[in-house]
């Protein structure tokens, strides 16, 4: 089992779907090598509503997050 899917219980539920979200995003993202339409399509997301999700969940592109999913 992945380490994304660890719940923690002090959390609402506001917070831990937030949370999983963006874990989950992040790891398919990463699957995907980056790719936003290849993740957008696999978890049944239109590509600009995932790009919405992403700002929503603070989710940029920005040199951390290049990072998280393997750019040099």
Do not use: C, W
Not at 25 to 39: C, H, R, W, Y
Not at 50 to 57: I, P, S
């Amino acid at each position: 089992m992945d380490k994304f899917l660890v719940i923690d219980l002090d959390m609402d539920i506001r917070n831990a779907r937030s949370h999983f979200e963006k874990k989950y995003i992040l790891a398919q993202i990463k699957k995907f090598n980056g790719n936003i339409s290849k993740t957008a399509n696999f978890i049944g997301m239109d590509r600009t509503a995932l790009h919405r999700k992403m700002k929503d969940l603070k989710i940029h592109p920005n040199d951390r997050y290049r990072n998280i999913i393997g750019y040099q």
